[in-house]
T-cell receptor, first 116, second 113 residues
């Protein structure tokens, strides 16, 4: 079956612009999480969505936002881009249910965002 | 709060020798533990996970990990390393009441021929 699809793979933006990244989870997965990976901070959790509801949010400024659609596809948006937002943004999908349980997380290949 | 520590930035081994990548964790509830591998310019590839049950977990590509509750550790092991195992390895933990993974800083493994 198809894996987690993230688009675009690479993106170059200018400071002050905004950007939208897309993630299509594995079919049947209703949970989508987003992570930022940078050399200095490592992998940091941004937010997690389940059935269009944000269940958890990391310590990022309000410029970072996301949403999930009824087909479980998710987008994240970063407004007023800063140089420090340059990173690899990873999306993960999971069979996580409302009641908990432990299912694996499958990651996409990521979107490499460069802010100039 | 949950956290993961990978005490070694780098691990160097010769091909054919055993490989160990260390990980310790801290969670308030029952831990769900994961190991992922990342190759350059790629996403994270799942290796194995611990939910409950046997402390020795077997995963992909010949990797295994041992869960030790008293030492709060989850070290990744491979009996005989390959050059192709050279990559960046991440340990992650999730609390059973949370919906996020907390990752360690990562360990770069280099296997020399």
């Amino acid at each position: 079956k198809a894996g987690v699809t993230q688009t675009p793979r690479y993106l170059i933006k200018t400071r002050g612009q905004q950007v939208t990244l897309s993630c299509s989870p594995i079919s049947g997965h209703r949970s989508v999480s987003w992570y930022q990976q940078t050399p200095g901070q490592g992998l940091q959790f941004l937010f997690e969505y389940f059935s269009e509801t944000q269940r958890n949010k990391g310590n990022f400024p309000g410029r970072f936002s996301g949403r999930q659609f009824s087909n479980s596809r998710s987008e994240m948006n970063v407004s007023t881009l800063e140089l420090g937002d340059s990173a690899l943004y990873l999306c993960a999908s999971s069979l996580q249910q409302v009641g908990g349980g432990n299912y694996g997380y499958t990651f996409g290949s990521g979107t490499r965002l460069t802010v100039v | 709060a949950q956290s993961v520590a990978q005490p070694e930035d780098q691990v160097n081994v010769a091909e054919g020798n055993p490989l160990t990548v260390k990980c310790t964790y801290s969670v308030s509830g029952n831990p769900y533990l994961f190991w992922y591998v990342q190759y350059p310019n790629r996403g994270l590839q799942f290796l194995l996970k611990y939910i409950t049950g046997d402390n020795l977990v077997k995963g992909s590509y010949g990797f295994e990990a041992e869960f030790n509750k008293s030492q709060t550790s989850f070290h990744l092991k491979k009996p005989s390393a390959l050059v192709s195992d050279s990559a960046l390895y991440f340990c992650a933990v999730r609390d059973n009441n949370d919906y996020k993974l907390s990752f360690g800083a990562g360990t770069t493994v280099t296997v020399r021929a």
